[in-house]
T-cell receptor, first 112, second 115 residues
Framework: LAKTTQPISMDSYEGQEVNITCSHN???????ITWYQQFPSQGPRFIIQ???TKVTNEVASLFIPADRKSSTLSLPRVSLSDTAVYYC?????????????FGKGTTLSVSS | SAVISQKPSRDICQRGTSLTIQCQVD?????MFWYRQQPGQSLTLIAT?????????ESGFVIDKFPISRPNLTFSTLTVSNMSPEDSSIYLC????????????FGPGTRLTVT
């Protein structure tokens, strides 16, 4: 059974690097890993997507080890405005179609 | 990315009635999805809206309760039928341009309260 697991919450201070890990034991060769950020009363916002090794954009990095059973979202130098819920999503491709499985979300609280 | 709008943004409805939610995208997309997000919880996929054919529903969701239309590549509707208080939730649409990566972009959501 496809499952996506991530920590419920994390705390940090402004200026620190935050790493949020997601486990996805049943991931297959062609499945992509995507991370979203969600603020209250808004839809999730795309942050980054990866398939293997490392992906970096202007806001985050995504590290995926060789076995691909987990992935880590890295937010450099967080600020108060990064306080939000972060979701990991894996698109599990199967014979019956692709299952889009969100993790339960990690609530990140950034303090000054 | 894509600019996605949803109507209404929120509504309060009486049990037993139905509500239709609209999702409009600013450009053509390959896939459109409908999700439900209950307060303080993660997102659950309801169905994939297929253009020109019946929607594909996830386990636990049926067409009679959540009929979906997608008449073209930029528009879809989700109807929540015969509502009960348990249907109170946020309903979100999302779109995908690249079917290979499933990179999704979400609308702002519709907050539904059933009394």
């Amino acid at each position: 059974l496809a499952k996506t697991t991530q920590p419920i919450s994390m705390d940090s201070y402004e200026g620190q690097e935050v790493n949020i890990t997601c486990s996805h034991n049943n991931i297959a060769t062609n499945d992509y890993i995507t991370w979203y950020q969600q603020f209250p009363s808004q839809g999730p916002r795309f942050i980054i997507q990866g398939y293997k090794t490392k992906v970096t954009n202007e806001v985050a990095s995504l590290f995926i080890p060789a076995d691909r059973k987990s992935s880590t979202l890295s937010l450099p130098r967080v600020s108060l405005s990064d306080t939000a819920v972060y979701y990991c999503l894996v698109a599990y491709a199967g014979q019956a179609g692709t299952a889009l499985i969100f993790g339960k979300g990690t609530t990140l609280s950034v303090s000054s | 990315s894509a600019v996605i709008s949803q109507k209404p943004s929120r509504d309060i409805c009486q049990r037993g009635t139905s509500l239709t939610i609209q999702c409009q995208v600013d450009s053509q997309v390959t896939m459109m999805f409908w999700y439900r997000q209950q307060p303080g919880q993660s997102l659950t996929l309801i169905a994939t809206a297929n253009q020109g054919s019946e929607a594909t529903y996830e386990s636990g969701f049926v067409i009679d309760k959540f009929p979906i239309s997608r008449p073209n590549l930029t528009f879809s509707t989700l109807t929540v039928s015969n509502m009960s208080p348990e249907d109170s939730s946020i309903y979100l649409c999302s779109v995908v341009r690249d079917r290979g990566t499933y990179e999704q972009y979400f609308g702002p959501g519709t907050r539904l309260t059933v009394t």
